[in-house]
């Protein structure tokens, strides 16, 4: 099988979203589909004999994309479209006037003429039908890269409560954007309730738009800097030391429409808080994490109850978290289905269980 995918400019399509792709990308051609992506394209499309036999486009809200699915769809090419969340409330409201515009002059007509939507949840697939968006919703999770993950749980580490030094102390980490919709400043403003005695607090990952600055200022109003740490972006090597070193994995974001990275963390055999804006109900049901309201008092009680918690009891939460997302979210599991959907938009394959 052949499939372009359609993809933001790198900008756009950095984080979650590249991770998402490339992963996708990879684990597609393990299965042997031959994937192109569209920073390889030129800007007119292929000769007839060239063409794609599917294209997956990644993102919406650019006239770029709009352009070219509307071409593809002239040359009877089936389009698939994955909105990685950029229909969620939250997305929404963000530049709300330039995309209600866009809403109404091309996106919603374009998106109801595809052969299929992509959403990674069963709530994303909900604010989609609410929105008016008619076609076939293919329900598909992103999958978890497990190659690089030891088969051991996480190792407990000492900790020494009469002399928790930096390097003694446990660490909660956070992996992600500094900006807004994730919500960090619900956590600093619970993390200076809890004051969790023994253990520090790992921030990791790039500043948007200025908001690590207004961060930095929250922590020294509460003279919180012995106990907070800004790592900057990490990627590679460095970013597995930092989940191998961490003992609790913290995402408070107002909204997630997948979140990679609690699966990244629980890969780690790391247990989770996380908030009801993210799809991770099964923390709860699996017994390895915390699922809470999006609120300071949310994430204050599930810091509270973690960070009492034995490194023992923390590790063992870990391992079952780690086991669910071998069972549920492996990459060649994922890229299987979505092969089943390309099949069926193809008029090749039975309609798959995960079309709604």
């Not at 792709?21 to 990879?26: A, D, H, K, W």
């Amino acid at each position: 099988m052949n499939v372009s995918f359609e993809e933001l400019s790198d900008p756009q399509r950095a984080g979650g979203v590249e991770a998402a792709t490339r992963g996708l990308v990879t684990s597609l051609a393990r299965q042997g589909v031959s994937v192109s992506r569209s920073s390889q394209h030129a800007s007119i499309l292929p000769a007839a004999s060239d063409l794609p036999e599917v294209v997956h486009f990644h993102g919406i809200w650019s006239p770029r994309l709009a352009i070219r699915l509307q071409a593809w769809r002239r040359r009877g090419v089936p389009c698939v479209v994955t909105l990685h969340g950029m229909l969620e409330p939250w997305a929404l409201a963000h530049k709300g006037r330039k995309k209600k515009v866009a809403w109404i002059l091309y996106q919603k007509r374009l998106l109801n003429m595809v052969s299929a939507l992509h959403a990674t949840s069963e709530r994303e697939a909900a604010n989609l039908r609410k929105l008016g968006l008619k076609k076939a919703m293919v329900m598909i999770p992103w999958g978890i890269d497990m190659t690089r993950r030891s088969a051991e749980t996480h190792p407990v580490r000492k900790f020494m409560p009469e002399a928790p030094s930096l390097f003694e102390r446990r660490v909660a980490l956070f992996v992600g954007r500094l900006y807004p919709v994730k919500g960090l400043t619900l956590l600093l403003q619970a993390w200076a309730r809890v004051r969790p005695v023994g253990w520090k607090l790992k921030i990791v990952g790039p500043d948007e738009a200025g908001h690590r600055g207004e961060l930095e200022a929250m922590v020294a109003q509460a003279q919180l800097g012995a106990e907070i740490e800004f790592t900057g972006a990490l990627s590679g090597e460095a970013l597995d030391k930092a989940y191998q070193e961490a003992d609790l994995f913290v995402l408070p974001s107002h909204t997630e429409n997948f979140g990679m990275v609690v699966g990244e963390a629980l890969s780690h055999g790391l247990p989770v808080i996380t908030t009801h804006g993210a799809p991770w109900k099964l923390l709860e049901e699996e017994s390895c994490g915390w699922w809470i309201p999006v609120s300071v008092d949310g994430i204050a009680a599930a810091l509270d109850d973690a960070t009492r918690r034995s490194p023992e009891v923390l590790t063992a939460m870990g391992g079952r978290g780690r086991a669910v997302v071998a069972e549920r979210f492996a990459w060649d599991r994922i890229a299987g289905e979505m092969i089943a959907c390309y099949e069926w938009v193809l008029g090749r394959g039975p309609r798959p269980g995960c079309v709604r």
